[in-house]
């Protein structure tokens, strides 16, 4: 179980005066999160809002364990104050809790609560290597380790062919869902030919959230909208590209084709229709 030197990042939160001042760089250089995915690696970013972790690990030959990263944690073992949601954006794998094993097939969830000493991820081929997506935030409980398949995952439909946002919501980790400490997640699937995600946009000061951006074709883009909904901003996103979203800002996206993508939030609250919606016509 060997593995390159770990690859870290900090991102530190952001002044939503400050950032109406920012380049095109300085936006991708602080909420953008590229490059998540290499082989037999590890990487992880520290956002400073809500301290939630963002994660990507992708074994190919060999396992790679959950590395304590105490140079954030400061704790003996990653979990010892933390709960994570991991959910599978590549191949078949195996994901290895205090040594129970959980096979996590393209886009189930796993959530592992706190005080959990080993994790180890492996793929079950290595032709079709699987894509760990990790997200992490502290936690003041121990909850049990919880798998979940597309069938148990609470279903939403939402939008319409009109609009160009008909999708269907997954709802995992979330409080009538997966018990968690603070962490919520889960992904929404644009249906074909249906581009806009999250429309009309929305607020909620009392959690941040990161999408992951997936299943979007190698030659198109997605547009992730964030900032002040009367002084909008836009990031340029590919496959696999994440974007950090601030307590403040709108979260909104559209791409050149259908895709999907993973939603994870920390905060003061679990409630998913916690949100302040923004009117068209205060948007800028």
């Known amino acids: 179980m060997t593995m390159k030197k770990l690859k870290t990042e900090i991102r530190y939160a952001a002044n939503p005066v400050d950032f109406k001042n920012y380049p095109t760089k300085r936006l991708r250089d602080d909420f953008l999160i590229e490059d998540l995915f290499e082989d037999n690696q590890s990487k992880a970013v520290y956002s400073l809002y809500d301290r939630f972790i963002v994660m990507g690990i992708k074994p190919i030959q060999q396992s790679i364990k959950l590395d304590p990263y105490s140079e954030w944690t400061k704790s003996d073992y990653f ?3 933390r709960e994570l949601g991991i959910m599978n954006v590549g191949g078949s794998g195996v ?11 393209k886009k189930e969830c796993i959530y592992i609560g706190s005080g959990k000493k080993d994790v180890v991820f492996k793929s079950n081929s290595s032709q079709e290597p699987a894509e760990f997506y990790i997200n992490s935030a ?14 148990d995952a609470n279903k939403v439909e939402l939008g319409d062919q009109e609009r160009s946002n008909q999708r269907t919501i997954y709802q995992y980790i979330h409080e009538d869902g997966i018990q968690s400490c603070q962490l919520v997640m889960g992904f929404t699937e644009l249906k074909p030919g249906n581009v806009w995600n999250t429309f009309p946009p929305h607020t909620h000061a009392r959690r941040m959230e990161v999408y992951f951006y997936f299943d979007l074709d190698p030659d198109q883009i997605a547009m992730h909208f964030m900032g002040e909904s ?8 590919k496959n696999k590209q994440a974007a950090i979203s601030p307590e403040w800002s709108i979260h909104a996206g559209a791409g050149t084709k259908s895709y999907a993508f993973i939603w994870g939030m920390a905060g003061e609250n679990q409630s998913f229709s916690d949100m302040d919606a923004i009117d068209l016509k205060a948007i800028k």
């Open 95 to 105: 994901v290895v809790v205090d040594g129970t094993e959980y096979k996590l097939d």
């Open 230 to 237: 009367d002084e909008t901003r836009h990031l340029v996103l």
């Open 79 to 81: 979990l010892q104050r």
């Open 138 to 151: 502290p936690a003041h409980k121990a909850y049990p380790t919880v798998k979940s398949t597309l069938r």
